[in-house]
C-alpha cells in the first residue's frame, strides 16, 4: 500500500464496524468478528485474515481502497504464471554450514491452480520446518508437476567453488542440471524461470545440447511465480534435513545463516574434531572459516563481488 491508502484504510475501519487493537510493529491493526486486519510500518503493507477476507478484500479493500481488483484475478493478470514453464530456485546459497541446493518445478494451469489452492509460496516467507515439508510433499504428490532436486554437498562444493572461483558460476551449473533433469521428464517445455543473479548466458553455457533450445527467463522477485516459489520449497526442504542429519551425526546442532551462533557452532566443530572437517560440513570460502581457522583456510581477507556471503 501506499502511506496515503494506509491512511485511508484506517480513516473508514471504523465507519466499516472494525475496531483498534494494540499490535507490534503496525502503524495499526483492527477486528472485526473473525476478520483481522494489521497494517504493518515496513512498506507499509497490509495483512487480512479470517473467514470473510476474500469478501473483505474483493468489496471493500480493492475498491475502496486499492483502486485495483486483482484478488481472483491472477491468470487474467499473471497468465504467463499459468504456461508451461519450469521454475528454478535454490537454498543455502548465503548459510555458512550446508549444502548448497537448488530445485526445479514443472507447472502448467492446473498445477499452478492446484499448488496455489495449497498454499505454495516463496519459502522465505515460510517460518515453519513443519510447513516447508508438509507443501513439499503436496508439490511432489501434485499430479503433473514434475520436480528434480540437485545437492551439492559442502565438499563438492568447496571442490567446485574453488575450479569455478565465483559463486555465480557454480549457481548457473546447479541451475543447468535443474533444466536438463526437468526436459527429461518434460522435452516439451518452452520456458524456464528463476530469480535474477546473474547473466543467463552463465546457465546457457552450462546447458547441453537439448536444454539450449529453451527460453531462459530471469527476472527479480521471481519467486511471485507458482513454479519457482515451488520449486524454492523443495531447495528450502532438502536443505533442512540435510542439516539436521549432519547436525545428528556431529551430536551438534548446525544453525543456519552466517551469526554469532555460526561461529560458536563451526568453533565446536574445531575443537571437538579439526579445523579440516569443516570443508565437509561448511562452505568454507566465507569469512567465517579464515576468520576462526586461518592456518587452514587461508588469511583473512575481505571478500568481494558475488562470492561475498549475504
Known amino acids: 500500500m501506499t502511506p496515503a491508502q494506509a491512511d485511508k484504510l484506517r480513516s ?128 511432489k504428490t501434485t499430479p503433473g508437476a514434475a520436480h528434480s532436486v540437485v545437492c551439492i554437498g559442502p565438499e563438492r562444493y568447496n571442490a567446485l567453488q574453488q575450479k569455478m572461483r565465483n559463486v555465480n558460476n557454480l549457481l548457473g551449473w546447479g541451475h543447468a542440471r535443474i533444466i536438463e533433469n526437468l526436459l527429461e521428464q518434460r522435452p516439451d517445455c518452452p520456458r524456464s524461470l528463476s530469480d535474477q543473479f546473474a547473466n543467463p548466458n552463465i546457465i546457457k553455457r552450462q546447458l547441453l545440447e537439448k536444454g539450449r533450445k529453451i527460453q531462459l527467463d530471469q527476472r527479480t522477485k521471481a519467486e511471485s511465480d507458482p513454479a519457482v516459489a515451488a520449486a524454492s520449497i523443495l531447495a528450502r526442504e532438502r536443505f533442512i534435513d540435510w542439516l539436521e542429519a549432519a547436525g545428528r551425526a556431529q551430536g551438534i546442532v548446525l544453525p543456519r545463516g552466517a551469526s554469532a551462533q555460526v561461529k560458536a557452532a563451526a568453533r565446536q566443530v574445531i575443537a571437538t574434531r579439526s579445523a579440516a572437517a569443516l570443508r565437509g560440513l561448511a562452505k568454507t570460502h566465507f569469512r567465517t572459516a579464515r576468520e576462526l581457522a586461518p592456518e587452514e583456510f587461508g588469511p583473512l581477507e575481505e571478500p568481494s563481488g558475488p562470492d561475498r556471503p549475504a
Open 12 to 139: 473508514c475501519l471504523p465507519e466499516w464496524g472494525w475496531d483498534f487493537i494494540e499490535k507490534p510493529y503496525t502503524l495499526y491493526a483492527a477486528q472485526k468478528g473473525k476478520l483481522n486486519l494489521a497494517v504493518y510500518i515496513k512498506g507499509p503493507k497490509v495483512l487480512v485474515q479470517g473467514k470473510e477476507t476474500e469478501d473483505f478484500v474483493k468489496f471493500r479493500l480493492e475498491p475502496e481502497i486499492l483502486g485495483a481488483a486483482t484478488l481472483g484475478y491472477e491468470e487474467e493478470l499473471h497468465p504467463e504464471r499459468y504456461s508451461p514453464h519450469f521454475g528454478v530456485d535454490e537454498s543455502g546459497k548465503g548459510d555458512f554450514f550446508g549444502p548448497l541446493v537448488v530445485a526445479g518445478v514443472y507447472v502448467d494451469r492446473d498445477i499452478a491452480r492446484a499448488l496455489a489452492e495449497a498454499g505454495v509460496q516463496d519459502s522465505k516467507r515460510i517460518t515453519s520446518d513443519k510447513k516447508i515439508r508438509d507443501l513439499a510433499h503436496v508439490i
